[in-house]
């Protein structure tokens, strides 16, 4: 944006275009208070304390845009006087100890700033407040009806739970809905209370009422929960945590967070945590020291080795685990066991975008920046409820359709964006690839493609323009059960945006041909042009956790190396070996559910398992627990004692997020810092020093001695890494990959010149419609969808071991009205779910989230057993399980 020039007290400054006085001020180093301001908001001008004088007229200077050579006074004797008046008459109506010394309030640092002491609020309170959440608390007599709790909830996380209350001076924050805050729709974002001036909304704890800037020890990382990659200030006292602070300056979240990352940090405190290594003997998990266990895991391995080869063991790697852990689990696997027998948990998520992207465009990563999707004319969310699974983002894209940008969501479900959709289209569940057909035919038909890019960047087109002559939306209508029209319109929307942006998420991947999903979804972006180029905003993929595209990035995969590079590939092996100094095993090795299946058959013999409660989130969950039991020897490295620990016999002790050094990749390719805030208790390990020790029990050194050091390797081998370090990451915040030179910045936006296939060109894929590998009957009627809600994260172990827990303390099952009718299944009633692979125990809920025929659940609950029910039908790409078609049916006690 232009700059322009002002003059500021006689001082003249250069300021954006389009920027308030009140941001030129600031950036000019004046301090005025602006108790209705904050800059993550639009401007409110009601509280009259920023008053200044622009060309001799009194003015707000929160709601006074700057003008070129505008003459702002801010100094004068009565400038001062009516800021003051305005801030003791919005005192005066609250008690003295809105202004105590132990307040840190905005409000009480404004005061104090300017003489104001306690003697001048005269309120007498006794308005009372609200305790009943466990995350926000409210104190009535505090609030002066700023509002900017108010906008906050609306413009920044589009909830619009709260409203003000009242009349004149009693008007107050309150919830929406009336009643207690706890029975509201708030979803805990925390951005109400780090928005309060006075203090009147707080967090409970010792973090109440504190801000980064006036916390003597803050500690900046990025959160470990879902893949958005938020920075996170975290305060600490005394070796604990008091408060966990969104970062103003944050690249992807610029000062907001959700419930997870903001409050969901009880767990590391909690007495469940593991804190000494844990050995089985006699059947049964006892404390030892590291050097007893790590022995027994050393011997373990080596007696695996010696009974079945190097292919006898194997390793799932986390992506809870930074990139330098991963990196070191892989080289560790490979070269001091000599297998690529290493996986981790995308497998179970995203393996079919890495398989469809690289094979339309050459990487396996989205496309471009969250930036650039923000600025997209028309959104795509398929597959996706990003307000639940990833809220910052589900915030940011509501807050660009309230600007104004078109939105079509494809979701089987009515839940969070679809309810603001301009179309949403309801596809039966495992149906995807006939809706993109469908759209993309009447792309074709109404002459929405952009021509030139087909001809000259793109490589495909007749076999697709071939296969969708079977694809008329009249067709599709009957796969999909969505109205053709509804189909005409959505592609109209896309087809004629200019700047089209898709967003997606496991309702893309999780079928058993997910991959062609994927391949599917990308067809549309090709054919309009939009990947690559300044006319479309391409594919994001919404990864689930906060390091599934860095543990992939790293090589913690059968068949890959670090930076993606094949294993069979003997230019990639070579340079490889050159920075390791010791060979790579040729051959691809096992896949997650290979291991399993080859621990059954008696041919694995060790397994460990990094951070991933597979015996919770794996499908057909009771063959998985079968494959731990015939494993000779099970290394588990976990926080808890989770329900895959229970059943290992060597339970190591490790960090947690807070707790550790290295880097995370987030869902747009950003590698952040991650940096310990705490040390983990006890004599808990990061999974960085544990891996260390376990080669040095078994003799052998493995370099990298540090995190640093570890990816400073890493982009040895990687040329797409070359460019990253942690030094470049301390001084920048975040930088994407590919980077391949510490001169040059990331590519942000990929493609720009080629695309990274062998001829350079985008692959437009032509893969028919193929059904689902389950199917409803009489015995089976209803369909089941697993995925997430707003409090919990996957198994549930990091958010159920605090406050959270009070937020959503069942697992539910989601019901059409029709289809409890027809089962006779009441609201709220206990109810047996039964699949053709197992049972699961949950509460029904019933509404009309669900299309009739059709049930979601979470897998937020161990205890629930949902993966019980899952089947073993996988991507036929990449063995990613089909969790989002189950045939169930519901049974009442």
Known sequence: MTGI??????????????????????????????????????????????????????????????TPGVRVETATDDLRRLRRDAVELIVSALPPRALSEGNPGELARVCRSMGIGPDTAQGAGGRGGDDSHPYVHL????????????????????????????????????????????????????????????????????????????????TRTTCGYCGVGCSLDIATTDGEVTAVLPARDGPVNQGHACVKGRFAHGGLTSPERLTRPLLRRDGRLEPVGWDEALGHVARGLRAAVAAGGPDAVGAISSAHATNEENYLVQKFMRVVIGTNNVDNCSRLCHSPSAAGLTASFGLPGGTDSFDDVERSDCLLVVGANPVEAHPVVGARLLGRVLRGAKLVVADPRAVGLALHADVHLRPRPGTNVALFHGLAHVLLAEGLTDEGFLRERATGLPELTGLLADYPPEAVADITGVPAADLIDAARLYGEARRPAIVYGLGVTEHLHGTDGVRSL?????????????????????????????????????????????VTDPAVRDRTEAVWGAPVPERPGLRIPGMFAAARAGELRALWVIGEDVCVTDPDASKVAEALEACPLVVCSELFLSETARRADVVLPVASWLEKDGTFVNFDRRFQRVRPAVPPPGEARSDFDVVHAVAAAMGVGIGCPTPAEALAECGRAAPVFAGLSHDRLDREGAVPWPCRNVARPGEAKLYRDRFATADGRAHLAAAPYLPPGEHPDADYPLVLVTGRRWAHYNSGSMTRHGANLALDPVDFLDLH?????????????????????????????????????QAFCSFHFPASGINRLTSGHADTVTSCPEYKVTAIRVIVP
């Open 5 to 66: 020039r002002i003059e500021v007290d006689g001082t003249s400054i250069g300021v954006p275009g389009g920027a308030s006085l009140l941001e030129a001020l600031r950036a000019a180093g004046k301090d005025l208070p602006a108790l209705c301001s904050d800059d993550r908001l639009g401007p409110a001008g009601s509280c009259r304390t920023c008053l200044v004088r622009a060309d001799g007229r009194t003015a707000a200077a929160c709601v006074t845009p700057a």
């Open 139 to 218: 104190d009535r007599d505090l609030c002066i009806a700023c509002g900017r709790c108010v906008r906050m909830c609306a413009e920044v996380q589009g909830t619009f739970a709260l409203t003000l209350a009242g009349r004149g001076a009693d008007t107050v924050v309150a919830p929406g809905t009336g009643g207690p805050w706890a029975e509201s729709d708030c979803v805990a974002c925390g951005g109400c209370v780090d928005t309060c001036p006075t203090g009147a909304l707080t967090e409970p704890g010792p973090g109440r009422g504190l801000t980064s800037a006036h916390h003597p020890a803050v």
């Open 817 to 853: 009205p029709d289809d409890a009718h027809r089962h006779a299944v009441r609201d709220g009633e206990p109810v047996t779910v039964e699949s053709r692979h197992g049972r699961a125990r949950l509460i029904a809920r019933v509404g009309e989230q669900t299309a009739p025929g």
């Open 522 to 566: 990308a067809n549309l972006a090709i054919l309009r042009g939009a990947v690559g180029t300044g006319r479309g905003h391409g594919l994001s993929p919404l990864r689930g956790q906060n390091n599934v595209q860095g543990a992939s990035d790293m090589g913690a995969l059968p068949d890959l190396l670090p930076g993606h590079g094949k």
